[in-house]
Nanobody, 126 residues
Framework: VQLQASGGGLVQAGGSLRLSCAASGRTFSTYALGWFRQAPGKEREFVAAISWSGSSTRYVDSMKGRFTISRDNAKNTVYLQMNSLKLEDTAVYYC????????????????????WGQGTLVTVSS
C-alpha cells in the first residue's frame, strides 16, 4: 500500500488542522493505521492509532482530548483532527499502515508498521 499525507500548514496556537492520508490498494480496510510525528531534532513519536473498522483507537496521553483519529474505508483515507494546537505540536506528521488479521489490533510502536507516508509539516505559531 502507498500512503500520501496532506493537510499540514501554518496555524496559530489554539487553532485546528485536519490531516489526511490517502492510501492506494484494495485492501485498505484490513490495515491498522497510525499517525506519528517528528519534531526538529527529536525522534519520531507515536500520536494515535486506529483499528481496521475504526472501532478502536489509541492516543498518546498528551494528545488525548485534542486529537482525533478516524478513517473512511470507502475513501481509503485516514484522518487526524487536531484541535487546540500548541507550539510543541510543530512537527512533520507521518501516517503509517500495517496489514492485520482482525479488528482488535492496534500498534503504537514505530517498528511495528510496514508502510509509511512521506509526511506533512505542521507549524504552530504564537
Amino acid at each position: 500500500v502507498q500512503l500520501q499525507a496532506s493537510g499540514g500548514g501554518l496555524v496559530q496556537a489554539g487553532g485546528s488542522l485536519r490531516l489526511s492520508c490517502a492510501a492506494s490498494g484494495r485492501t485498505f480496510s484490513t490495515y491498522a493505521l497510525g499517525w506519528f510525528r517528528q519534531a526538529p531534532g527529536k525522534e519520531r513519536e507515536f500520536v494515535a492509532a486506529i483499528s481496521w473498522s475504526g472501532s478502536s483507537t489509541r492516543y498518546v496521553d498528551s494528545m488525548k482530548g485534542r486529537f482525533t483519529i478516524s478513517r473512511d474505508n470507502a475513501k481509503n483515507t485516514v484522518y487526524l483532527q487536531m484541535n487546540s494546537l500548541k507550539l510543541e505540536d510543530t512537527a512533520v506528521y507521518y501516517c503509517a499502515a500495517r496489514a492485520v488479521s482482525n479488528d482488535y489490533v492496534l500498534y503504537y510502536v514505530l517498528s511495528e508498521y510496514d508502510y509509511w507516508g512521506q509526511g506533512t509539516l505542521v507549524t504552530v505559531s504564537s
